[in-house]
């Protein structure tokens, strides 16, 4: 089974997709040595309606991803009715690639909350993880919450290629420089009328302002 090609998936909200996350695709992608899909969820589970469609979600994504080799859109999550539970989505992968190795990327912020996902516990036997860096969610392997250090013990590996050894977990720690951006931040930036152009690529500003997205409703529709 070794040197099967890893999977390599980067699920999220991306309301809208923003520098921050293409930084950690670009990383872990070159980490991996394998193409990150970037994988826009639905219905995203726990949290406020997005502030824009599905469809706008992954348009955005597509212009952000366009042209770059380490980067693609992957709509599977957009196919299928209900919340985006990622334990639903990495067993249908499941299903259908058996023995392919499968890693997710996931920020700290995520990575830290993973016992309230469904099922949880049940996704170190569906997939790798990938966790990478996050301002303000500083962490170490040896320094996690009480459940999570638990199910995490024995599954660290400092070698990304090693991945693609087996299907799935094991936890690689993504070591990158931080980019201090969410896409919170980012809608309320818009919707204040503050700079915020320089934290997405041109073409993702360009549709936010053409589509009118995350505009507070008195807004004039200033272009900063
Ligand atoms: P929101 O502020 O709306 O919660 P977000 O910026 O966290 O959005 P999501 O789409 O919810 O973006 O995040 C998808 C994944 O990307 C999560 O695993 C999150 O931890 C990670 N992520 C988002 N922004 C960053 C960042 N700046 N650095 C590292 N990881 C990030």
């Known amino acids: 089974m070794a040197g099967r090609t890893l999977i390599a998936l980067y699920g999220g909200t991306f309301d809208p997709v923003h520098n921050g996350h293409l930084a950690i695709a670009r990383t872990a992608a070159t980490a991996l040595g394998c193409r990150?899909?970037?994988?826009?969820?639905?219905?995203?589970?726990?949290?406020?309606?997005?502030?824009?469609?599905?469809?706008?979600?992954?348009?955005?994504?597509?212009?952000?991803v366009e042209g770059?080799?380490?980067?693609?859109?992957?709509?599977?999550?957009?196919?299928r009715d209900g919340p985006s539970y990622t334990v639903q989505t990495l067993r249908e992968l499941r299903a259908a690639e058996p023995d392919t190795p499968v890693a997710l990327l996931v920020g700290a912020d995520s990575f830290l909350g993973?016992?309230?996902?469904?099922?949880?516990?049940?996704?170190f036997g569906l997939a790798h993880f990938v966790v990478a860096d996050r301002p303000g969610d500083a962490w170490q392997p040896d320094?996690?919450?009480?459940?999570?250090?638990?199910?995490?013990?024995?599954?660290?590996?400092?070698?990304?290629?090693?991945?693609?050894?087996?299907?799935?977990g094991k936890i690689l720690a993504l070591r990158q420089p931080l980019h201090?951006?969410?896409a919170t931040g980012l809608r309320a930036r818009i919707a204040r009328g503050e700079p915020w152009r320089h934290l997405v690529p041109?073409?993702?500003?360009?549709?936010?302002?053409?589509?009118?997205?995350?505009?507070?409703?008195?807004?004039?529709?200033?272009?900063l």
Do not use: F, K, N
């Open 202 to 223: 041109a073409a993702v500003a360009r549709y936010i302002r053409d589509q009118g997205l995350y505009r507070d409703a008195a807004d004039t529709g200033s272009w």
């Open 143 to 168: 320094t996690l919450p009480g459940p999570l250090a638990a199910a995490v013990a024995g599954r660290w590996t400092e070698d990304p290629a090693g991945l693609a050894a087996s299907p799935s």
């Open 68 to 79: 770059d080799d380490l980067l693609c859109v992957d709509r599977r999550e957009m196919q």
């Open 180 to 182: 201090d951006v969410s």
């Open 36 to 64: 990150v899909r970037l994988m826009p969820a639905a219905d995203p589970p726990h949290r406020p309606p997005p502030g824009a469609s599905a469809h706008q979600r992954a348009s955005m994504l597509d212009l952000a």
């Open 114 to 123: 993973l016992p309230a996902w469904r099922e949880w516990e049940a996704l």
